[in-house]
């Protein structure tokens, strides 16, 4: 079985740009979570989707969105790209919501984006 | 806001030491993960806990947790020069639309020298 996959690996913009990572979970996962990474930093939290509806939402401004599509794969979208956007994109998938029983994050290799 | 501390965030060590390192949160949660990452790679889990008392041990790493003292260690022994890498702690909080958010730490940037 695939594992996570994301779209594309690497990534260069200028600032002002917009840009759509994608990101396709295991197959038969329905929650699909994305982060950022700074250089040096840990991952921080962007958004969480489930049965295409968001669930979790970070402390990003309005500029980055998503969405999920019907066959659970996700989009994230940052529009108006400033240096400080430039880091690694994580996306994990996840087979349920529920708060109630464990289910087991997999991450996926990542998008390098670079604002230039 | 759930806050998550690693300490030390940066580790040097020789080969065939032990070391310890902390995870500190500050808000209730039962579910704590280990992850290992590689320069440029994505993340390895390493380990989930998910109940007071937990412990998990794969090879030279053994992650305990205690949810009482808000508290995790994830312990090395003897240190190969392989388990250089960044080690990150995480943990899930519940906001009310039912879903989950993963609070992570700054990362350990473990060194292991020869």
């Known amino acids: 079985d695939a594992g996570v996959t994301q779209s594309p690996t690497h990534l260069i913009k200028t600032r002002g740009q917009h840009v759509t990572l994608r990101c396709s979970p295991i197959s038969g996962h329905k929650s699909v979570s994305w982060y950022q990474q700074v250089l040096g930093q840990g991952p921080q939290f962007i958004f969480q989707?489930?049965?295409?509806?968001?669930?979790g939402r970070g402390n990003f401004p309005d500029r980055f969105s998503a969405r999920q599509f019907p066959n659970y794969s996700s989009e994230l979208n940052v529009n108006a790209l400033l240096l400080g956007d430039s880091a690694l994109y994580l996306c994990?998938?996840?087979?349920?919501?529920?708060?109630?029983?464990?289910?087991?994050?997999?991450f996926g290799p990542g998008t390098r984006l670079t604002v230039l | 806001e759930l806050k998550v501390e690693q300490n030390p965030l940066f580790l040097s060590m020789q080969e065939g030491k032990n070391y310890t390192i902390y995870c500190n949160y500050s808000?209730?949660?039962?579910?704590l993960y280990w992850y290992r990452q590689d320069p440029g790679k994505s993340l390895e889990s390493l380990f989930v806990?998910?109940?007071?008392?937990a412990v998990k041990q794969e090879g030279r790493l053994m992650a305990s947790l205690d949810t009482k003292a808000r508290l995790s260690t994830l312990h090395i022994t003897a240190a190969v020069h392989d388990l250089s890498a960044t080690y990150f702690c995480a943990v899930d909080i519940f906001p009310s639309t039912g879903g989950f958010k993963t609070i992570f730490g700054a990362g350990t940037r473990l060194f292991v020298k020869a």
């Open positions: 994990a998938s996840s087979l349920f919501l529920a708060s109630s029983s464990y289910n087991e994050q997999f």
């Open positions: 806990l998910l109940s007071n008392g």
């Open positions: 989707y489930y049965e295409k509806e968001e669930r």
């Open positions: 808000t209730t949660s039962d579910r």
